[in-house]
Structures are given as structure tokens and as C-alpha cells.
């Protein structure tokens, strides 16, 4: 059907709205062919598409949530660089072995801000795809980040972090160059840049992969992305022993917009058009920009000291546990004593 | 060992390993029934008894089997040193996490009763040939090891800890990874204790990372590879993505000893691999070149001189 060559790809819980879709089309031109007046007809089909848009995408789920960020129309980082961005030029190299490019950066500015960005970024089409490797950094990728971001602590350029990652690459040479480790240095070293930073997730906030350009003084998420331990079908895998769980492992995860915020574990949502950024990618990179101006401004009047500090004393306060009472000292533990654990 | 004579570690020049040497007694070994062990690697039955004294290597084949905390802090601090910190530190289910079959915190209770531990970690202070430190030991037997919000916060107390009295940090580690049970929180524990050995750094002071069988995941992407030193034990796992994960996505046949602490001393990620009876006195010995400069340079062997300030 031609009038559907330039549509989205649908996703499947988007069906019933495409079927109206097509009945829509097929009402128009009925009407034209035939020169009838099927207006009525056509206005009350529209308030039905219109409802069950709403119906739909005000109760997301959180798997379709998942769905919504790996379409291949969502608008990847460079996507919206394009549009927050009046200029971005590209650094490339760790200095060490090679240019990663799921994970890129460099100058940029923003409403005239001069930041430094460090990005994941997927492909789009297949060759696109292989050559940025879905996304997955090689430890390359994260020495790169490390030696952009050091730079800009240097030169008093805040940290603009764009995160949308499956995950840090899972390969024989990865490992071999100590993935790992590249990550943990990020996280450590990210804690004494005398700059701001600030971290948005736009699609995939894939686990260790994520986390190696997230530790920000601001947490942003996009409303349909996802941070997480650990991915959906991996956790299904482990506890329901089937890939296929994986909706169910995404609802127990709490790795959507709506749970982190009331988790405390990400400081402010993005909102996202109906259905999600790929519809309409140029609100989106509005309600981005005008969130990270807004946060690099607030940022912007504190002292390095002030920033750092504010930094540790955040991911410090992470974690919900119980300290139990009324226990001796040292070496008591012979028998366990969680009879009563509440949630703090 | 009591003289304070470092013995050279494994891959030093100057010194051969030795095995099957005694080095610390672990006092209380729980005996489940059954009076003797078959090595998994080389078949041989052990006697339990022998095998704890001689620290969990199999005396045949130096086979290392796995040690709990309580054992493994035995084996590395100073008899009657040993102070722990922040026993009654228990996990909650902050997610409301569940199977099927089981509430998480139901779980837990299940591993503690195993275990007779409240969590994966036991963190405190004690004395290592005579210098204090600030230890944190990390037990597989419990949920695997992985990192939650307790393990997470005793570890980062622990090093805040050792910042706070100017010591040195040890974190032996075994785990699988992050818990997934406590979803994101788990890995913020990875920026928690980064962060903790952040300022520990800043301040100048030592961080040695052991990493045990097995060490993967996020306590690898996180304080397990960010030690001044990382030791290994021989032939421990110790990587970040599991070896199915990356054989399904890369295709790829994976070389021979992929993920182990040779393989890994080999291609540069690790200082030294210590096989477990000379762990503490390698341990010690780098702590003294770190803890004590270049200033102090006497011999260590002899006690009564003191160092240079
Ligand atoms: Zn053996």
C-alpha cells in the first residue's frame, strides 16, 4: 500500500491503531473514488484512532517501553546532536589502540553552551549498524570517553553524556583489552572532574556499558528509555531459564522512567511525544535540549569542589538495606537474625 | 612468615612458588558430614581436616578449592586482630522482587540460614605481619557472591573507613556480577564503591585488589580491577561478560584458558598471581613497599630497628 511506504515501521502492540490507520485510508478514498460524502463516517473513525492512541500509549508497558527504544527510527544520539547541537565536531581515538564508534565525542555547542559530549551510537540501516556494533563499546570506546572527558575537566568544558547501550561489547578482544577495567576506571575517574556533567538516557541504559559514561551530577531519562542492571532477556534468562520471560523480567527489573523516579536513582524524565521520539523527532530533541540547558545552567554557578562533593554525596546515598539493632559486637553472626526485614 | 621475611611472590624473579606451605590457622572449620572431599581436579581424596589446615589447596595437585570469608580472613589476618564492621547490615527487597517460587527477601533468609551469614561480604579491620589494614572478603557461597546494597555499602564503608584512618584497603573478591534482585541500586553499588576508592586514592593510600574464583561482571567493571595492585589466585575465572554470553554473540571459538588469571597476568590486566598459602605474605610485602615509601628501606626481617622518618 503506497500510503504506507513512508510510515513507521509498526511496533506490535501498535497494530490496532495501524489497522484503523487503514481503514481510515480506505475510507478516503472510497470517498474520492466515488465522489460520496463519508465525513461522518470519517470523524468518528479518527476519534477512535485518537482514543486508542491514548488508550495505548498512556499505559505502556514496560516491555513495550523496551520495544520502543530499539525501533530503528528512534532518533540516535548524532540524531539529536544534529538537532541541539550549532556545532559538533568529532574527536576520535583512545590514544591506545583504536577509534571505537558506538562510542563517540567531542566538542559541541548548545544555545551557545560549549560542552563536551560523549556518546553511544547504534546504526541504522545493517551496514550502519555493524560498523557503529549495535551500540556495544569495545574498551576502546570508554578510554576514548575517559580521555575526552579528562580534557574538558582541564579546559572547564562541562560533560554532556548521551547514553544508549545494550551494553559494553561481550568479544574475545574486549576481554582480552580489559573491558572490565576500562569501565571501573570511568566510573572512578568521573568522580574527580572538576567540571559539570550531566547525563542523559535516551534509549538503552544497558548495565556496566551505561554506567562507564554515567556517573553524572544529573541523571536525565528520556520517558521510554530504560536503565538496568542487567537487560531483560538476560535476567529472564537466569531466573525464568527463557529468553521469552523477558517482558516479565522487565516489570520486575523497575528499569523504566516512571519506577527510577520514584526509586529516587534518576533526577528528572524527558517527555516523549505520543508513542514514543521515533514519531516526531524534533519535539524530543526540544524537550532534551531545553532539559540539559536548563541543568547546565544550574550546574554552571557551582565550584568544582561543590560539584565533586555533590557527586560523591549522590551515588553515596544509593542502596536500601537494614541495619539491624541490638546486635552485639564483632564475630556474632552465628545465627541469622533478618526475621523481620522491612522495606526502608 | 613470623619474622616478617617476605616470600617472593609467584612470578618474581627471585623465588619459586611454594606450595602446601601453612600459612595461618583457620581455628573453628565447620565439619558437614562426611570426613573426606574428592579434588575435582586431580581426584585425590582428601582428609577435610588436612585440607582446611592446609588453607583449601589440595595437596596433591595445589587444586583451589573455595574458602568461606570467615576462612579466608583467617588465613590472611594477624590471630585476635580481626574487628568486624557492620555485621547487621541485612538486605530489603527495595523492587518488591519475585519469582514464581519465591519473594526475594524469602530468598535471602534461605541463604542466610545456609550460610549463617547476613550477606555476601564481611568487612572489618585487623593487622597483616603487624600492619593494620582495613579488609573486606567477599563469600561466593552466598547468592553467588553478588553485589547488592549491603555488599555495596560495607565495601564503601570499609574503604571509607581506611581513608578515614589513613590504612590500607584489601577487597578479596568473588562474585558473579551485580544481584539483579535489586535492579538498578545493585549497579549504582559499582559507583558507590568507585567513588569510595576515589577519595581513598586521592589520599594516597593503598588499594590491593585479590580477585578469587570466580570474579565477573560488575564487581569486575567496578573496585575489582581499580586496585593499585590486582593479585590473582591461580587459575581462578575471573572476567566480565560470561564465556556463553560472548560465544552466542560473537560466534567466535574462545581461546585456550580465556578468563582465567594466567591468561589474564598474560595479557597485562594483573600484577601477580599468588597461589594462596604465599597470598598473605605477598600481600604484605607490597603493602610495605606502598604503605611505607622508600624512606624505610631497613630490613624488614629485623623488627627492633625502626624506620627512618
Ligand atoms: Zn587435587
Same mark, same amino acid.
Given at each position: 500500500?503506497?500510503?504506507?511506504?513512508?510510515?513507521?515501521?509498526?511496533?506490535?502492540?501498535?497494530?490496532?491503531?495501524?489497522?484503523?490507520?487503514?481503514?481510515?485510508?480506505?475510507?478516503?478514498?472510497?470517498?474520492?473514488?466515488?465522489?460520496?460524502?463519508?465525513?461522518?463516517?470519517?470523524?468518528?473513525?479518527?476519534?477512535?484512532?485518537?482514543?486508542?492512541?491514548?488508550?495505548?500509549?498512556?499505559?505502556?508497558?514496560?516491555?513495550?517501553?523496551?520495544?520502543?527504544?530499539?525501533?530503528?527510527?528512534?532518533?540516535?544520539?548524532?540524531?539529536?546532536?544534529?538537532?541541539?547541537?550549532?556545532?559538533?565536531?568529532?574527536?576520535?581515538?583512545?590514544?591506545?589502540?583504536?577509534?571505537?564508534?558506538?562510542?563517540?565525542?567531542?566538542?559541541?555547542?548548545?544555545?551557545?553552551?560549549?560542552?563536551?559530549?560523549?556518546?553511544?551510537?547504534?546504526?541504522?540501516?545493517?551496514?550502519?549498524?555493524?560498523?557503529?556494533?549495535?551500540?556495544?563499546?569495545?574498551?576502546?570506546?570508554?578510554?576514548?570517553?575517559?580521555?575526552?572527558?579528562?580534557?574538558?575537566?582541564?579546559?572547564?568544558?562541562?560533560?554532556?553524556?548521551?547514553?544508549?547501550?545494550?551494553?559494553?561489547?561481550?568479544?574475545?578482544?574486549?576481554?582480552?583489552?580489559?573491558?572490565?577495567?576500562?569501565?571501573?576506571?570511568?566510573?572512578?575517574?568521573?568522580?574527580?572532574?572538576?567540571?559539570?556533567?550531566?547525563?542523559?538516557?535516551?534509549?538503552?541504559?544497558?548495565?556496566?556499558?551505561?554506567?562507564?559514561?554515567?556517573?553524572?551530577?544529573?541523571?536525565?531519562?528520556?520517558?521510554?528509555?530504560?536503565?538496568?542492571?542487567?537487560?531483560?532477556?538476560?535476567?529472564?534468562?537466569?531466573?525464568?531459564?527463557?529468553?521469552? *520471560?523477558?517482558?516479565?523480567?522487565?516489570?520486575?527489573?523497575?528499569?523504566?522512567?516512571?519506577?527510577?523516579?520514584?526509586?529516587?536513582?534518576?533526577?528528572?524524565?524527558?517527555?516523549?511525544?505520543?508513542?514514543?521520539?521515533? *514519531?516526531?523527532?524534533?519535539?524530543?530533541?526540544?524537550?532534551?535540549?531545553?532539559?540539559?540547558?536548563?541543568?547546565?545552567?544550574?550546574?554552571?554557578?557551582?565550584?568544582?569542589?561543590?560539584?565533586?562533593?555533590?557527586?560523591?554525596?549522590?551515588?553515596?546515598?544509593?542502596?536500601?538495606?537494614?541495619?539491624?539493632?541490638?546486635?552485639?559486637?564483632?564475630?556474632?553472626?552465628?545465627?541469622?537474625?533478618?526475621?523481620?526485614?522491612?522495606?526502608? | 612468615?613470623?619474622?616478617?621475611?617476605?616470600?617472593?611472590?609467584?612470578?618474581?624473579?627471585?623465588?619459586?612458588?611454594?606450595?602446601?606451605?601453612?600459612?595461618?590457622?583457620?581455628?573453628?572449620?565447620?565439619?558437614?558430614?562426611?570426613?573426606?572431599?574428592?579434588?575435582?581436579?586431580?581426584?585425590?581424596?582428601?582428609?577435610?581436616?588436612?585440607?582446611?589446615?592446609?588453607?583449601?589447596?589440595?595437596?596433591?595437585?595445589?587444586?583451589?578449592?573455595?574458602?568461606?570469608?570467615?576462612?579466608?580472613?583467617?588465613?590472611?589476618?594477624?590471630?585476635?586482630?580481626?574487628?568486624?564492621?557492620?555485621?547487621?547490615?541485612?538486605?530489603?527487597?527495595?523492587?518488591?522482587?519475585?519469582?514464581?517460587?519465591?519473594?526475594?527477601?524469602?530468598?535471602?533468609?534461605?541463604?542466610?540460614?545456609?550460610?549463617?551469614?547476613?550477606?555476601?561480604?564481611?568487612?572489618?579491620?585487623?593487622?597483616?605481619?603487624?600492619?593494620?589494614?582495613?579488609?573486606?572478603?567477599?563469600?561466593?557461597?552466598?547468592?553467588?557472591?553478588?553485589?547488592?546494597?549491603?555488599?555495596?555499602?560495607?565495601?564503601?564503608?570499609?574503604?571509607?573507613?581506611?581513608?578515614?584512618?589513613?590504612?590500607?584497603?584489601?577487597?578479596?573478591?568473588?562474585?558473579?556480577?551485580?544481584?539483579?534482585?535489586?535492579?538498578?541500586?545493585?549497579?549504582?553499588?559499582?559507583?558507590?564503591?568507585?567513588?569510595?576508592?576515589?577519595?581513598?586514592?586521592?589520599?594516597?593510600?593503598?588499594?590491593?585488589?585479590?580477585?578469587? *574464583?570466580?570474579?565477573?561482571?560488575?564487581?569486575?567493571?567496578?573496585?575489582?580491577?581499580?586496585?593499585?595492585?590486582?593479585?590473582?589466585?591461580?587459575?581462578?575465572?575471573?572476567?566480565?561478560?560470561?564465556?556463553?554470553?560472548?560465544?552466542?554473540?560473537?560466534?567466535?571459538?574462545?581461546?585456550?584458558?580465556?578468563?582465567?588469571?594466567?591468561?589474564?597476568?598474560?595479557?597485562?590486566?594483573?600484577?601477580?598471581?599468588?597461589?594462596?598459602?604465599?597470598?598473605?605474605?605477598?600481600?604484605?610485602?607490597?603493602?610495605?613497599?606502598?604503605?611505607?615509601?622508600?624512606?624505610?628501606?631497613?630490613?624488614?626481617?629485623?623488627?627492633?630497628?625502626?624506620?627512618?622518618?
Amino acid at each position: 500500500m503506497s500510503a504506507q511506504k513512508n510510515r513507521l515501521l509498526p511496533l506490535e502492540f501498535e497494530k490496532p491503531i495501524v489497522e484503523l490507520e487503514n481503514m481510515l485510508t480506505d475510507l478516503h478514498k472510497r470517498a474520492s473514488d466515488n465522489d460520496i460524502d463519508l465525513s461522518a463516517d470519517i470523524s468518528s473513525l479518527q476519534g477512535r484512532i485518537a482514543e486508542e492512541r491514548s488508550r495505548i500509549y498512556s499505559s505502556l508497558t514496560p516491555w513495550q517501553r523496551v520495544q520502543i527504544v530499539r525501533h530503528t527510527n528512534r532518533p540516535f544520539s548524532l540524531d539529536f546532536l544534529k538537532l541541539i547541537a550549532s556545532d559538533y565536531t568529532e574527536l576520535s581515538g583512545d590514544r591506545l589502540h583504536a577509534n571505537d564508534k558506538a562510542l563517540i565525542g567531542g566538542f559541541a555547542t548548545i544555545d551557545g553552551r560549549r560542552v563536551m559530549v560523549v556518546a553511544h551510537q547504534k546504526g541504522r540501516d545493517t551496514k550502519e549498524k555493524l560498523m557503529r556494533n549495535f551500540g556495544c563499546p569495545n574498551p576502546e570506546g570508554y578510554r576514548k570517553a575517559l580521555r575526552l572527558m579528562r580534557l574538558a575537566s582541564k579546559f572547564n568544558l562541562p560533560v554532556v553524556a548521551l547514553i544508549d547501550t545494550p551494553g559494553a561489547f561481550p568479544g574475545v578482544a574486549s576481554e582480552e583489552r580489559h573491558v572490565a577495567e576500562a569501565i571501573a576506571v570511568n566510573i572512578r575517574e568521573m568522580f574527580g572532574l572538576e567540571v559539570p556533567v550531566i547525563a542523559a538516557i535516551l534509549g538503552e541504559g544497558g548495565s556496566g556499558g551505561a554506567l562507564g559514561i554515567g556517573v553524572a551530577d544529573r541523571v536525565l531519562i528520556m520517558e521510554n528509555a530504560y536503565y538496568s542492571v542487567i537487560s531483560p532477556e538476560g535476567c529472564a534468562a537466569i531466573l525464568w531459564k527463557d529468553r521469552a *520471560h523477558a517482558p516479565r523480567a522487565a516489570e520486575a527489573l523497575k528499569m523504566t522512567s516512571p519506577d527510577l523516579i520514584k526509586l529516587g536513582l534518576v533526577d528528572e524524565v524527558i517527555p516523549e511525544p505520543a508513542g514514543g521520539a521515533h *514519531h516526531d523527532w524534533v519535539t524530543s530533541a526540544e524537550a532534551l535540549k531545553a532539559a540539559l540547558i536548563r541543568n547546565l545552567d544550574e550546574l554552571g554557578a557551582l565550584s568544582p569542589d561543590a560539584l565533586m562533593d555533590g557527586r560523591y554525596a549522590k551515588f553515596r546515598a544509593y542502596g536500601r538495606f537494614q541495619e539491624l539493632t541490638g546486635q552485639g559486637g564483632a564475630e556474632t553472626l552465628d545465627v541469622p537474625v533478618a526475621t523481620e526485614v522491612a522495606v526502608v | 612468615m613470623a619474622d616478617g621475611t617476605p616470600v617472593d611472590p609467584v612470578n618474581s624473579v627471585f623465588g619459586k612458588p611454594t606450595y602446601g606451605q601453612n600459612v595461618g590457622q583457620p581455628k573453628k572449620v565447620e565439619m558437614p558430614k562426611g570426613l573426606w572431599v574428592k579434588c575435582p581436579s586431580c581426584g585425590e581424596m582428601l582428609y577435610k581436616q588436612e585440607l582446611s589446615a592446609n588453607l583449601m589447596v589440595c595437596r596433591k595437585c595445589t587444586h583451589h578449592f573455595p574458602m568461606t570469608a570467615r576462612e579466608r580472613i583467617a588465613s590472611l589476618v594477624d590471630d585476635g586482630t580481626f574487628e568486624e564492621f557492620d555485621p547487621a547490615l541485612v538486605p530489603v527487597n527495595a523492587l518488591g522482587f519475585k519469582t514464581s517460587s519465591k519473594d526475594y527477601v524469602d530468598y535471602v533468609k534461605s541463604q542466610q540460614e545456609k550460610t549463617g551469614m547476613n550477606e555476601g561480604v564481611i568487612a572489618g579491620t585487623g593487622t597483616m605481619d603487624g600492619a593494620p589494614l582495613s579488609l573486606a572478603v567477599m563469600d561466593f557461597s552466598f547468592i553467588g557472591g553478588s553485589m547488592g546494597s549491603v555488599v555495596g555499602e560495607k565495601i564503601t564503608r570499609a574503604i571509607e573507613r581506611a581513608t578515614a584512618r589513613k590504612l590500607p584497603v584489601v577487597v578479596v573478591c568473588a562474585s558473579g556480577g551485580a544481584r539483579m534482585q535489586e535492579g538498578l541500586f545493585s549497579l549504582m553499588q559499582m559507583a558507590k564503591t568507585s567513588a569510595a576508592l576515589h577519595r581513598h586514592g586521592q589520599a594516597r593510600l593503598p588499594f590491593i585488589s585479590v580477585l578469587t *574464583h570466580p570474579t565477573m561482571a560488575g564487581v569486575m567493571a567496578s573496585f575489582a580491577t581499580l586496585g593499585d595492585l590486582i593479585i590473582a589466585e591461580p587459575k581462578a575465572l575471573i572476567g566480565f561478560a560470561g564465556a556463553r554470553v560472548i560465544k552466542e554473540t560473537t560466534q567466535q571459538d574462545l581461546p585456550k584458558g580465556f578468563q582465567t588469571s594466567e591468561f589474564l597476568l598474560d595479557r597485562g590486566l594483573i600484577d601477580i598471581v599468588a597461589p594462596r598459602p604465599i597470598l598473605k605474605a605477598t600481600l604484605a610485602n607490597a603493602l610495605r613497599y606502598m604503605t611505607a615509601g622508600g624512606t624505610a628501606a631497613t630490613k624488614t626481617s629485623s623488627p627492633t630497628e625502626t624506620p627512618a622518618s
